[in-house]
């Protein structure tokens, strides 16, 4: 039996029951070894489903509130292959998460969408993203949603260095390269900096206000205006 299917039925022996189900029975039901059950409820649980019990007494989900997956087979292609790039181009912490909304969602999948994941032809990797990149990335998702000022050092394409305070705004990838799109006080105005020329980053513990005009989403419109304007000109 596919791991998918597997705990697809596990949740679904452990649904609304008022009475605990031993580990035993489970692995006797889905024909398993009582550490695979182990396993299984220990990774569904870190996953975000409400199981309740503990070894040597048994488990159940008290409460049928897992919401229905009605997806079709292109929206779960979508979200399996956003998900792959998220695990191959992002810190080891987002593509932990990554993967636990993809184990949350196949275990409520139907018997006949597990296949999906596994037969899916697309795939991203990251090997050019190296450790100091992710650490970046991390470091930079916490500043940006905390609005903390950043004291960076970078390598401009030069190889000149400059030291600065940005207010990270928000972090785009595009041209295979995350760009961190922040507000920088040395020059009063947007600057674009990519993640793999930052030397450094300090957190300077203060904060900054985001504005509707100080804003990752007003720097991109900003951007398609001018590139609308040069293809008009």
Known sequence: ??????????????????????????????????????????????????????AGIGYLISECDLPPMMFSVQELQALLIGSRMLEAFSDPEQA???QSAITKIEAVLPTKMKQIND??????????????????NKMLRGAIENKNHLLMTYQDVKGDVSERTIEPLGLVYWGGKWTVISFCLLRNAYREFRLDRI???????????????KSVLHYIELVKSAACDNKNN
């Open 119 to 136: 037969d899916l032809p697309y795939y991203a990797l990251g090997y050019r993203h190296d450790d100091r990149c992710q650490a970046h």
């Open 199 to 213: 030397v450094s980053l300090i957190s300077l513990h203060t904060h900054f206000e985001q504005e509707d005009e």
């Open 1 to 54: 039996m596919h791991k998918s299917e597997r705990l697809f039925q596990l949740v679904n022996l452990l649904k609304g029951r008022k009475v605990a189900v031993t580990a035993k029975q489970l692995a006797e039901r889905l024909d398993v070894s009582e550490r695979t059950i182990y396993r299984d409820i220990q990774n569904l649980q870190t996953s975000g489903v409400p199981i309740e019990g503990e």
């Open 96 to 98: 932990q998460y990554a």
